[in-house]
């Protein structure tokens, strides 16, 4: 079974510009959350889909924003990019809420 | 008011020493999952714990819940060098959003 897959893995951009990152979570699973980890605030929650339904949002900007699609792929987009937001963004997928969440590898965007 | 607190922060320890990391919160837990991060990789998912008081092995770790579902523990007996990394507590689920931990990185010295 293929795992969570995050694209891209690594991502350079430029302060105010906008970028959009993609999640294709395990075949099956309906969840998908998004997770910001940096050394300083470790892993912060994002948000939570199901069925395409956002049902819960972390405490972030409405810089960032996502989606999820009848295929449960998912896909953030953050905008006018700000040095803080470079981080290590996580996409984590599980059958329902209150199960084990299976993490992707992530996609390391760096802001220049 | 959501915060899950881990300590220590960091820890060293000499292979073969034991190893707890604790994760208290000031409000009562309904679930609580642990997941380990090796170095320059991501979280995997190590068990979830329910019930008051729980308590589950995996080979060389124990996972505990408190009584009161205010704190939890992971205990590795006998440490190796595969068990470096940071090990993490996911507070939840409150309305569909997972808290994290603070996190501890284990370092073990051979």
């Known amino acids: 079974k293929a795992g969570v897959t995050q694209t891209p893995r690594y991502l350079i951009k430029t302060r105010g510009q906008q970028v959009t990152l993609s999640c294709s979570p395990i075949?099956?699973?309906?969840?998908v959350s998004w997770y910001q980890q940096t050394p300083g605030q470790g892993l912060q929650f994002l948000f939570e889909?199901?069925?395409?339904?956002?049902?819960n949002k972390g405490n972030f900007p409405g810089r960032f924003s996502g989606r999820q699609f009848s295929n449960s792929r998912s896909e953030m987009n953050v905008s006018t990019l700000e040095l803080g937001d470079s981080a290590l963004y996580l996409c984590?997928?599980?059958?329902?809420?209150?199960?084990?969440?299976?993490f992707g590898d992530g996609t390391r965007l760096s802001i220049l | 008011g959501q915060q899950v607190m881990q300590i220590p922060q960091y820890q060293h320890v000499q292979e073969g020493e034991d190893f707890t990391t604790y994760c208290n919160s000031s409000?009562?837990?309904?679930?609580i999952q642990w997941y380990k991060q090796r170095p320059g990789g991501h979280p995997v998912f190590l068990i979830q714990?329910?019930?008051?008081?729980e308590v589950k092995k995996q080979k060389r770790l124990t996972f505990q819940f408190g009584e009161a579902k205010k704190n939890s523990s992971l205990h590795i007996t006998a440490t190796q060098t595969t068990d470096v990394g940071t090990y993490f507590c996911?507070?939840?689920?409150?309305?569909?959003?997972?808290?994290f931990g603070t996190g501890t990185r284990l370092k073990v010295l051979a």
């Open positions: 075949s099956g699973h309906r969840s």
């Open positions: 996911a507070r939840g689920p409150g309305t569909y959003k997972y808290i």
């Open positions: 984590a997928s599980s059958l329902g809420w209150g199960q084990p969440q299976h």
């Open positions: 409000t009562t837990l309904s679930n």
């Open positions: 714990l329910v019930k008051s008081g």
């Open positions: 889909y199901f069925s395409e339904t956002q049902r």
